[in-house]
């Protein structure tokens, strides 16, 4: 543990053991850096208190308990959790400004609340188990779970005739005239592959397991944000399920609100995996690059696609915060086509640091997006990779003059080489992701170059 600070009272007790117990007695602890249990240590807080951990990872390696206490995690910049050993909290709550994230790097226990106040818990690939007590408490556009690379929140109860029943405040509102016994109720955030990936799903589904799982005549209310929308057209959106999350069934709506963000199935037979999309819609634009090079004041933006269908035009959008977005050009598309086709657009009054993207709108209004890049006027955010620690994918930020290739090569502790990747790199900024998959948890160096191999980079990251 790097730096204390206690507003009130702190005490701290050393055992013949040596594992550390830590009584906080009276309001909080402002604790930043990183706060690691060590093995054979000993991390107990006593009392309904409150533990601020500003802009710091907690790493549990020995033995953590948090009483009744709630945990919170602060600050401007993403933290994360991780560790060895079991990390069970009473209560968690998401601080988090300047749109950043509490990353897990390990499962988690959440005996009572989750608390959304700002920020985002990023589940990557782990689960947020609520066991049978817990719940998500003040979830928002801004303040709520995501997990772009899979990890589910879990839920238990029991469900005999619900009405409205939301169990945990996942969002999925639950009504039937039977008996459903014990429930498992799981929410995810990966967009789901529909119809061999011609279709996409919004950024979120439930899977259902009940006991008890036929003739249930049940409704389901599927609760969603606009954020999590994934480009689908909102006023479109209709159920799918599926029983092994390959193959999906088209299901229909009862009702939908685009205005309270929900759709309703009624009359349901069975529960399995559940998920909305525009299951007609076919993708009208495939982009196969996206690229903004900053000269002389002036930001220009290219793209391209490799093929399109009933496209109607493009707006080239601009954010300062990534979120709230203005149209900055209009551009017509090509309608219909089968060969590469080049766009590039140029903005005058670029800023520092913005955020950019391209939406595609096609004849029926329907609208896809790019991903979304950085400005490279005026930003020293040269070279970035991101997160670390990983967990099987990495993504890199790089601000390049000239077109070049980028050669990555991921080295384990002993030199030996596990990851080579070669990707194109165009003048300006460029982002790109590299998937280094289930491997050892260790540390690795990560070695960039490009430019013909005049600019090296070389950087630790840890994989936990």
């Given amino acids: 543990m790097e730096k204390t600070q206690a507003h009130k009272q702190l005490k701290i007790f050393w055992s013949v053991k040596g594992n550390l117990l830590l009584l906080l007695l009276l309001s909080s602890c402002a604790i930043s850096a990183q706060l690691t249990i060590a093995p054979g240590a000993e991390l107990s807080i006593v009392g309904n208190v409150q533990l601020s951990l500003q802009n710091t990872d907690l790493i549990n390696n020995g033995n953590f308990t948090t009483g009744n206490s709630m945990i919170t995690f602060k600050g401007n910049i993403s933290s994360s959790i991780r560790g060895s050993g079991p990390i069970q909290f009473f209560e968690i709550e998401m601080d988090k400004t300047n749109n950043s994230s509490v990353f897990l790097l390990s499962p988690v226990e959440i005996q009572q609340r989750a608390v959304f106040t700002s920020g985002f818990l990023d589940l990557n690939g782990f689960n947020a188990d609520l066991g049978t007590t817990g719940h998500l408490d003040g979830e928002q556009e801004n303040a709520r779970v995501i997990g772009p690379n899979g990890g589910e929140v879990l839920f238990l109860t029991t469900l005999n005739a ?90 229909g709506f ?118 979304t890049i950085r400005s490279s006027c005026n930003t020293p955010d040269v070279f970035r990779v991101w997160p670390n620690p990983f967990h099987e994918k990495i993504f890199v930020n790089i601000l390049v003059a000239n077109q070049s290739q980028a050669i990555i090569k991921l080295f384990d502790s002993k030199g030996a080489l596990v990851k080579l990747q070669k990707t194109a790199l165009l003048q300006g900024t460029n982002q790109f992701s590299v998937d280094l998959g289930p491997i050892a948890k260790s540390i690795y160096q990560l070695q960039i170059e490009w430019n013909n191999g005049q600019m090296k980079k070389t950087i630790q990251l840890v994989n936990q």
């Fill in 162 to 251: 619900p009405a409205n029943s939301n169990p945990a405040n996942l969002g999925a509102i639950i009504s039937s005239t039977e008996n459903l016994g014990n429930v498992m109720i799981k929410r995810g955030h990966q967009s789901q592959s529909i119809n061999s990936g011609v279709n996409s799903s919004v950024l979120r589904y439930y899977e259902i397991l009940p006991a008890n799982n036929s003739n249930l005549n049940a409704t389901l209310k599927f609760k969603y944000f606009d954020r999590e929308l994934n480009g689908l057209t909102e006023n479109s959106l209709v159920f799918l399920n599926s029983n092994d999350g390959i193959n999906w069934s088209a299901q």
């Fill in 254 to 371: 009862t009702s939908r609100d685009v205005t309270a963000n929900f759709v309703e199935k009624a009359g349901i037979g069975s529960f399995s995996r559940w998920t909305l999309s525009n299951i007609n819609t076919v993708l009208p634009v495939f982009f196969t690059l996206f690229n903004a090079n900053c000269n002389s004041n002036k930001l220009f933006i290219t793209w391209k696609t490799a093929q399109e269908q009933n496209s109607d035009h493009f707006n080239v959008e601009k954010s300062d915060d990534g979120i709230h977005w203005t149209v900055i050009g209009v551009l017509n598309a090509a309608g219909n086509s089968t060969t590469e086709t080049s766009y590039s657009f140029t903005y005058n009054n670029p800023g520092q640091n913005d955020f950019y993207r391209i939406a595609e709108y096609d004849l029926d209004g329907t609208i896809h997006y790019t991903s």
